[in-house]
């Protein structure tokens, strides 16, 4: 359960939004869902920022973009991020999604999958920054809630405009930047530049949360004196590995605490996709789980086929039992749907 923080000093403020703590989960579209991000928040990331959604999706009525915006009060200050190329439309998708109770909308300008910089949107949104100035003049203008963004630090290493992409966003009303140390060419390869992301925090006035490499705790304290950024979003790292959040690197999380986390997010992931789905997309994430453990190979190809929950769940009771060499109750207090 997240601690009430009513009595407590905010590490930062987006606006008038106070912000309790110093590590994020970044968004990921497949990853950040709510059952994950309510694990995450239990395990101390301070913000819920949902999976991007499409600003058409929205308008449309699209079932499962509503389906990415469900967010439990537990999470505030929640963050519903959107993308797209049109700007009169993704004002009406921020509009028609501000009265669903976020306490910020984020614009997704770093998203490098094609399919979403072909259209514009996403990362190819940096390359007209004049543009992004527009959209956030719309959006800061029409909404009451806090308005921010997420960027590459430009397409590729010849239009490196980071900078004045933050610049013209905290011109408009932007309330923060959150900044991914790549390029969009550069997609998840190559080496994050922390240099840049520190350049964008003495630029503007606004807070700045800072966005690649991160993926131990020693990694999170560089970032942070190296930028002076706010705030620390994590990723790749956090997928499989929320005690990130609680400084605590996955070499000292035991097979127990293992085994316990994954007993409650495959109970989520049931309860708010169904059986038949929460199964299917809890996969990818025992993937992550159960990387480097003894076997763990032997026993993936068999997880990652499962078509009933029952199944699963008695693979994983016979893969604890034999890496710890004693009978077990992996999942004894998962009740299944009849």
Aim: glycine letters at 8%.
């Amino acid at each position: 359960m997240v601690a009430n923080m009513s009595s407590l000093i905010p590490t930062f403020k987006i606006r008038d939004i106070p912000v309790y703590g110093d590590l994020i989960l970044s968004p990921m579209a497949g990853f950040s869902d709510k059952p994950y991000r309510l694990i995450c928040r239990e395990y101390g990331s301070a913000m819920s920022y949902t999976e991007f959604v499409s600003s058409d999706g929205i308008l449309h009525g699209n079932e499962r973009t509503l389906q990415m915006l469900n967010y439990d009060p537990i999470e505030r200050p929640v963050v519903f991020q959107i993308f797209g190329s049109d700007e009169i439309i993704l004002e009406k998708a921020a509009r028609k999604i501000e009265r669903l109770g976020p306490d910020i909308i984020d614009l997704n300008m770093g998203c490098s999958v094609r399919k979403v910089s072909a259209r514009g949107a996403g990362a190819a949104l940096l390359k007209e920054p004049q543009k992004i100035g527009r959209i956030f003049a719309r959006l800061t203008r029409t909404l009451s809630v806090p308005v921010t963004g997420k960027i590459r630090l430009g397409w590729d290493d010849e239009s490196l405009n980071y900078l004045e992409v933050a610049k013209i966003m905290a011109d408009n009303g932007a309330a923060l930047i959150a900044v991914h140390g790549r390029t969009k060419i550069q997609g998840y390869s190559g080496q994050a530049n922390w240099d840049a992301i520190a350049e964008v925090k003495q630029a503007v006035n606004i807070p700045v949360i800072g966005n690649g490499d991160v993926h131990t705790v020693a990694d999170i304290e560089r970032m942070k004196q190296h930028t002076h950024c706010e705030g620390v979003m994590i990723a790749r790292a956090a997928v499989g590995n929320p005690w990130i959040f609680r400084r605590k690197d996955i070499e000292a999380v035991t097979l127990a605490e293992k085994a316990a986390l994954i007993r409650r997010h495959l109970e989520l992931m049931l309860d708010f996709y169904g059986e038949k789905q929460g199964l299917i997309l809890f996969r990818k994430h025992i993937v992550k789980y159960i990387r480097g453990l003894a076997h763990s190979a032997k026993v993936r190809a068999k997880l990652v086929t499962c078509s009933r929950p029952e199944e699963f769940i008695e693979l994983m009771k016979t893969y604890e039992a034999e890496i710890t060499g004693q009978a077990t109750q992996f999942v004894a207090n998962i009740s299944l749907k009849p």
